[in-house]
């Protein structure tokens, strides 16, 4: 079975620090990788995702990610994290084993950023 | 506004007693799951559905039952077989991407 490792569960930074949050995903035929995020009190949304092409991505918030196949990774960054960025951040990738697609998480991190 | 809509937000119920959590879309999408969301674990899959009248067991299925009778609806069933229900539950949708419910969180006492 296909797994996403996130190697960070707890990150805290100040405002304006640069974020880095680590993925590893398992190797399944073609890749599809997505970011989510969870801010308090709040449902899960799409940050970004990765099908094909240009390795880097842009999403939303001004965070980025950047696949790299060798090193089976897709990790999140963000320039300079804001409080309004404390959230919980979850790392994805579909496992389209058996003729379904489904989702495979990671556990998390949590990020907090102080003022 | 096209969604997911997941009710009740909060459930307590008794030890030994089934509960069935509602999901509903109106997003027009085919495929559909439950996960389970406990701190440090990220979300677990419990079951998920392709098309109308099937639907397939996730990784976490035992003690939760489900069905797929119709495209809009994926309810998904807490039986008092599930040796630990305490958590929130989450429904989503899938087109390209995942989109998801706000959840409910279950208190069994």
């Known amino acids: 079975a296909q797994s996403v490792s996130q190697h960070n569960h707890h990150v805290i930074l100040s405002e304006a620090a640069s974020l880095e949050l680590g993925c590893n995903y398992s190797?399944?035929?073609?890749?599809?990788l997505f970011w989510y995020v969870q801010y308090p009190g709040q449902h899960l949304q799409l940050l970004l995702k990765y099908f094909s092409g240009d390795p880097l991505v842009k999403g939303i918030k001004g965070f980025e990610a950047e696949f790299i196949k060798s090193k089976f990774s897709f990790n999140l960054r963000k320039p300079s994290v804001q409080w309004s960025d404390t959230a919980e951040y979850f790392c994805a990738q579909v496992d389209g084993s058996g003729g379904y697609n489904k989702l495979i998480f990671g556990a998390g991190t949590r990020l907090a950023v102080h003022p | 506004d096209g969604g997911i809509t997941q009710s009740p937000k909060y459930l307590f119920r008794k030890e030994g007693q089934n509960v069935t959590l509602s999901c509903e879309q109106n997003l027009n999408h085919d495929a559909m799951y439950w996960y389970r969301q406990d701190p440090g674990q990220g979300l677990r899959l419990i079951y998920y559905?392709?098309?109308?009248?099937?639907?397939q067991k996730g990784d976490i299925a035992e003690g939760y039952s489900v069905s797929r009778e119709k495209k809009e609806s994926f309810p998904l069933t807490v039986t008092s077989a599930q040796k630990n229900p305490t958590a929130f539950y989450l429904c989503?949708?899938?087109?390209?991407?995942?989109?998801f419910g706000q959840g409910t969180r279950l208190t069994v006492v």
């Open positions: 559905s392709q098309i109308v009248n099937d639907f």
């Open positions: 989503a949708s899938w087109a390209g991407g995942a989109f």
């Open positions: 190797y399944g035929g073609t890749v599809n």
